[in-house]
Structures are given as C-alpha cells and as structure tokens.
C-alpha cells in the first residue's frame, strides 16, 4: 500500500490506516508498561510519537506484540490471573484491575480496531487477509509463517490434535 493510502481519510472510528493502526500500538503499549508495573505507563500513551509509516509501524508493533508474548510466557502462578495491576488514569485517578481483566479489554480491543482495518482494506486494492477458521488446524499450514514469525506453531495453539 501506498503512503498516501496509508494515510488517506477512510470510514472508521480512527479515519486512516495510519491512525488505526498507531492508535493500537500506543494503547499496547500503555497496558503492556502497565502489566509489567512501569510508573511512566500513562507517558506511555499521552507521549506516544505516532510512525508515520507503515513499515515503521510494523517493526514497532512487532516489537511491542514480542515484548507482550514474552510477558504472557512468563506468567507461572495459578494466582496471576487475579494478581492486581495498577492502571494510572490520568485525570480520574489510579485504580487497580485483576490481570485477567487487563488481558479481555486488550486483546478485545485489538481484536475491535483491527476489524475495523479489515473493513478499510476492502476498500482499496489490498485484499484483506482471511479472518475465519485462523485457529482451526485444518488451516495450519496457511497461517505457519505468521505463527512462525512470533515463535508458535500450530501444535501450540491446539494441543492434542
């Protein structure tokens, strides 16, 4: 994609590419800081330097996605889903949220903003990737390189089968 499709004004709730797509990564960011007990965590996002391309943005996403995966591998307790992260608010303060909380809101955040990315490429010349069946082993084959690419295998992801 070009980048001035990547920046072209689009439909959505964040109107381009480029400020879907840096508005994941600071809000990845903010939580990830949050996970791991950073102090600065809020700088994290009211700081955020927006890239301005998308393979700037790729490589920065990527790094953070590896630094989020590394968080998740390490978890060992039984206990951690309940463990209590401190989220600095701003404005409203700070309040506390059980891990596990943390995880819904940010993958399902994900999940809700790369959607909306999935509707913006039907309207260019990029065919949007297949969503459906990604998890299904009978589809494993098609998905290797991207589970590769973060250091999973599809026997990972559905063990037993």
Not at 67 to 89: G, H, K, Q, T, Y
Not at 140 to 152: E, P, T, Y
């Amino acid at each position: 994609m070009s980048a001035g499709e990547f920046h072209a004004p689009r439909t959505s709730f964040f109107p381009s590419f480029a400020l879907t797509l840096n508005h994941i990564l600071a809000v990845d960011r903010y939580f990830l800081a949050a996970l791991q007990g950073d102090a600065a965590m809020r700088a994290q996002f009211t700081e955020f330097v927006p890239c301005d391309t998308a393979a700037v943005l790729a490589e920065a996403q990527a790094a953070t996605d590896l630094r989020l995966i590394a968080f998740c591998d390490a978890l060992l307790s039984p206990d951690d889903p309940a463990r209590e992260i401190v989220l600095d608010r701003g404005a409203r303060g700070f309040h506390r949220s059980p891990l596990a909380h943390i995880y819904q809101h940010l993958f399902m955040h994900q999940t809700h903003h790369r959607g909306q990315l999935h509707a913006m490429l039907s309207g260019t010349a990029v065919a949007p990737p297949p969503l459906d069946d990604f998890l299904l082993p009978c589809d494993a084959a098609d998905h290797a390189a991207d589970l590769a690419a973060v250091g999973w295998t599809s026997a990972q992801l559905s063990p037993g089968v």
